[in-house]
């Protein structure tokens, strides 16, 4: 049985630090690659960051702020998040992408993070 959990969501104040996780399991985690996305209420999901099977990296909204980051041996990817802005507030789930052309797609439940002061 496939499974993403995430967690370290919860409430920071602005410019503040929190490091999301998720636990994978069910699958050849170390085969696939990972990525962070997150969804602000009434708004599209949108992708946060990337990282492939081998640890290269694609950085997408709020660059230089946020770094993703994988362990292969304990089947976790990260997702840190620095100088947090009150526009992140928002779900972030974690996603996995294999097979030859990426048709094997897991999804995350979700954790909230809110920015407020």
């Known amino acids: 049985q496939v499974q993403l959990v995430e967690s370290g969501g919860g409430l920071v104040q602005p410019g503040g630090s929190l490091r999301l996780s998720c636990a994978a399991s069910g699958f050849t985690f170390s085969s696939y690659a990972m990525s962070w996305y997150r969804q602000a209420p009434g708004k599209e999901r949108e992708l946060v960051a990337a990282i492939t099977n081998l640890g290269g990296v694609t950085h997408y909204a709020d660059s230089g702020r946020f770094t993703i980051s994988r362990d292969n041996a304990k089947n976790t990817v990260y997702l840190q998040m620095n100088s947090v802005k009150p526009e992140g507030t928002a779900v972030y789930y974690c996603?996995?992408?294999?097979?030859?052309?990426?048709?094997?797609?897991?999804w995350g439940q979700g954790t909230q993070v809110t920015v407020s002061s």
């Open positions: 996603k996995a992408a294999g097979g030859r052309y990426g048709e094997y797609v897991y």
